[in-house]
């Protein structure tokens, strides 16, 4: 559906505009108060130390979401962006984006358990920010009148998919609240090594970074790993990073350990696969909006993995289908990476 074919074009035009507002609503993740200077459009992907390496011209593949263009494949695509303007969103003060992430923003990475754990913390910060603004954006009854030209008086319910939908929401956002704040009391304490993390190093440039995280559901195996059910329980969270490095690349797959033993039987399944680098490349597809693709290596992959990779990448973000998405089978093979043997921190 294009906002045109809507009865009522400005009343979803200004939902649209108010979306937009709450996204980039101003506000400091850091752990502490102390904030300095304005809240800044700050990069999750580092542009030099993560963007730069795998762009072409100053420019990699990313994700835009515009819901003024949306067309029958939806609002969300894969273009061409400056490196600038890639994977920003305003999370922290100036002074905390510089001084929180100095030792993985100036200092090469070395596998240290403080560079493991800020780019697991910024993943959760990120995730934080959005997971909050997610849930504070349900259309009103009136809203959604305005939209459809509905009579004032018509009492709307909202449908079952929509509370389901908020209710799936708020329960994301209370949990990555949590998650955050064991997050912080971590950082606080300089305790790195409440985070364990597994470090696959490829001698290659990867073809794509990355920086998030996601409750694991099934392992490579198509085993079950944790109940979504039971909403008493907090799901454990796997916090996965790709970064380029002087000697190839590093995948980072950091879980608390606290986690039940899903992050561990996901990153053993993957750790299992004969083919390393597919099945890493299918994960992310599957799971993340915040990546950038090396454009060189995107467009060497050839029309059929470049489909696949787009066909998870968008069953990924579309609410109404997140069944696509399985580990088991996988049908991506790009060239290897080169994995070299991981280790654990
Ligand atoms: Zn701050």
Same mark, same amino acid.
């Given at each position: 559906?294009?906002?045109?074919?809507?009865?009522?074009?400005?009343?979803?035009?200004?939902?649209?505009?108010?979306?937009?507002?709450?996204?980039?609503?101003?506000?400091?993740?850091?752990?502490?108060?102390? /904030?300095?200077?304005?809240?800044?459009?700050?990069?999750?992907?580092?542009?030099?130390?993560?963007?730069?390496?795998?762009?072409?011209?100053? %420019?990699?593949?990313?994700?835009?979401?515009?819901?003024? $263009?949306?067309?029958?494949?939806?609002? $969300?695509?894969?273009?061409?962006?400056?490196?600038?303007?890639?994977?920003?969103?305003?999370?922290?003060?100036?002074?905390?984006?510089?001084?929180?992430?100095?030792?993985?923003?100036?200092?090469?990475?070395?596998?240290?358990?403080?560079?493991?754990?800020? %780019?697991?913390?910024?993943?959760?910060? =990120?995730? /934080?920010?959005?997971?909050?603004?997610?849930?504070?954006?349900?259309?009103?009854?009136?809203?959604?009148?305005?939209? %459809?030209?509905?009579?004032?008086?018509?009492?709307?319910?909202?449908?079952?998919?929509?509370?389901?939908?908020?209710?799936?929401?708020?329960?994301?956002?209370?949990?990555?609240?949590?998650? =955050?704040?064991?997050?912080?009391?971590?950082?606080?304490?300089?305790?790195?090594?409440?985070? /364990?993390?597994?470090?696959?190093?490829?001698?290659?440039?990867?073809?794509?970074? /990355?920086?998030?995280?996601?409750?694991?559901?099934?392992?490579?195996?198509?085993?079950?790993?944790?109940?979504?059910?039971?909403?008493?329980?907090?799901?454990?969270?796997?916090?996965? $990073?790709?970064?380029?490095?002087?000697?190839?690349?590093?995948?980072?797959?950091? %879980?608390?350990?606290?986690?039940?033993?899903?992050?561990?039987?996901?990153?053993?399944?993957?750790?299992?696969?004969?083919?390393? $680098?597919?099945?890493?490349?299918?994960?992310?597809?599957?799971?993340?909006?915040?990546?950038?693709?090396?454009?060189?290596?995107?467009?060497?992959?050839?029309?059929?993995?470049?489909?696949?990779?787009?066909?998870?990448?968008?069953?990924?973000?579309?609410?109404?289908?997140?069944?696509?998405?399985?580990?088991?089978?996988?049908?991506?093979?790009?060239?290897?990476?080169?994995?070299?043997?991981?280790?654990?921190?």
């Amino acid at each position: 559906m294009n906002i045109g074919d809507l009865p009522n074009p400005k009343a979803a035009a200004d939902l649209i505009r108010s979306f937009r507002k709450r996204f980039s609503a101003k506000k400091c993740m850091a752990p502490t108060q102390d /904030c300095q200077g304005p809240v800044i459009s700050a990069h999750t992907l580092s542009a030099e130390s993560m963007l730069r390496p795998i762009a072409r011209d100053g %420019h990699v593949y990313a994700v835009e979401t515009d819901l003024f $263009t949306a067309n029958a494949d939806g609002a $969300t695509r894969l273009v061409l962006k400056g490196i600038r303007d890639t994977s920003v969103f305003n999370g922290f003060c100036a002074k905390h984006d510089r001084d929180l992430f100095a030792p993985i923003e100036t200092v090469a990475f070395m596998c240290t358990p403080e560079q493991c754990f800020l %780019h697991a913390y910024r993943a959760v910060a =990120k995730e /934080c920010y959005l997971k909050r603004k997610q849930a504070e954006t349900q259309p009103s009854p009136e809203t959604i009148k305005a939209i %459809h030209n509905l009579p004032d008086e018509l009492n709307l319910q909202p449908s079952d998919f929509a509370l389901l939908h908020q209710a799936g929401s708020l329960r994301g956002a209370e949990e990555i609240e949590r998650l =955050k704040a064991k997050m912080d009391s971590i950082f606080q304490q300089n305790d790195w090594r409440r985070l /364990c993390t597994t470090i696959i190093p490829f001698a290659d440039r990867p073809g794509l970074v /990355c920086n998030f995280l996601y409750a694991p559901d099934f392992d490579f195996n198509g085993n079950d790993l944790q109940d979504f059910d039971n909403v008493d329980v907090d799901l454990s969270h796997l916090m996965i $990073t790709i970064i380029p490095s002087s000697t190839g690349s590093f995948a980072l797959l950091s %879980h608390l350990d606290t986690a039940n033993s899903a992050p561990t039987t996901l990153v053993a399944s993957l750790i299992n696969q004969a083919d390393i $680098t597919s099945a890493l490349v299918w994960l992310v597809a599957c799971q993340t909006e915040n990546l950038a693709l090396s454009p060189d290596w995107f467009d060497s992959l050839g029309q059929q993995n470049q489909n696949l990779f787009r066909k998870a990448f968008l069953s990924n973000v579309d609410p109404l289908n997140m069944s696509f998405n399985q580990l088991k089978g996988f049908p991506l093979s790009v060239p290897s990476w080169q994995p070299n043997t991981h280790f654990s921190i």
